[in-house]
């Protein structure tokens, strides 16, 4: 085998290999942003249930009005479930903040008032209001 078809054979490999990682990187971004971003908004449960009980069990409009009220009712439930599962998880990991706050150096405590910051602040930029205590109105 001469060199020049050496070097076309090379070539005409990694452009195949550089074409199937793009290809990949395109359809697993398009899966990734479909699976888990969509996970960040569950005021989308409600809706994406009842299209998927739809399609799948060809409900007719009748049966989707009459499940509509039970899928609207599940996803008030689970909705609160997560809000209140959040508001715990955050009450326990202040909880243990304060206590190894006593074990620290003031520069530590300082450092770890700061990792406090940067999480409260990256969760609000996901979801505001999730985890945040109701106001005393907003209780029944």
């Known amino acids: 085998m001469n060199r020049a078809l050496q070097s076309k054979l090379i070539a005409g ?3 195949v290999f550089v074409a199937g990682g ?10 990734a942003r479909y699976h888990f971003f969509e996970l960040r908004h569950p005021e989308r449960i409600g809706g994406r249930m009842k299209e998927r009980l739809r399609a ?5 409009p009748e049966q989707l009005a009459k499940i509509s009220p039970i899928i ?14 959040g508001r ?8 243990a903040h304060q206590q190894m706050a006593a074990q620290l150096t003031d520069e530590q405590r300082q450092k770890l008032t700061q990792i406090e910051e940067r999480h409260r602040r990256g969760r609000h930029r996901h979801s505001p209001r999730e985890f945040a205590p109701e106001s005393p109105a907003a209780t029944p």
């Open 72 to 85: 609207d009712k599940t996803t008030a439930q689970l909705r609160d479930i997560r809000r209140d599962t």
């Open 88 to 95: 715990r998880v955050h009450e326990i990991i202040t909880d």
């Open 56 to 60: 799948e069990l060809n409900l007719t």
């Open 13 to 15: 490999f990694l452009l």
């Open 22 to 31: 793009i290809t990949g990187a395109f359809f697993g971004g398009s899966y």
